[in-house]
């Protein structure tokens, strides 16, 4: 499993940018995809950005497609979420997951597992 701690999180107007991290510990980030996830207060948690083991594929959900951009660098075991042009309807704690169960679909955010403790994002209009 991969434990991981979220960070970057923080205070924002609409329209502005953030750089969301994900430290994660052992030596099994590489072996595994990971996500992006987040959860508004009230609401299901929802599937953001996806990227493959060694970056060559990502994944958006509709509603941040072109304004994110999922990354990872394997050899500091850290995954990225740059998000720009950012609405208060991005509001939400965003987590980090890696994708541990392979019958998952990765570009549906399904299959996810070994959450971290997230980390919150605030976009003010």
């Known amino acids: 499993q991969v434990q991981s701690v979220e960070s970057g999180g923080g205070l924002v107007q609409a329209g502005g940018s953030l750089r969301l991290s994900c430290a994660a510990s052992?030596?099994?980030?590489?072996?595994?995809?990971m996500g992006w996830f987040r959860q508004a207060p009230g609401k299901e948690r929802e599937f953001v950005a996806a990227?493959?083991?060694?970056?060559?594929?990502?994944y958006y959900a509709d509603s941040v497609k072109g304004r994110f951009t999922i990354s990872r660098d394997n050899v500091k075991n850290t995954l990225y979420l740059q998000m720009n042009s950012l609405k208060p309807e991005d509001t939400a704690v965003y987590y980090c997951?890696?994708?541990?169960?392979?019958?998952?679909?990765?570009?549906?955010?399904?299959?996810?597992?070994?959450w971290g403790q997230g980390t919150q994002v605030t976009v003010s209009s």
């Open positions: 052992g030596r099994t980030f590489s072996r595994y995809a």
């Open positions: 997951a890696a994708h541990e169960d392979y019958s998952g679909s990765l570009s549906l955010g399904q299959g996810f597992g070994s």
């Open positions: 990227i493959t083991l060694i970056g060559g594929i990502t």
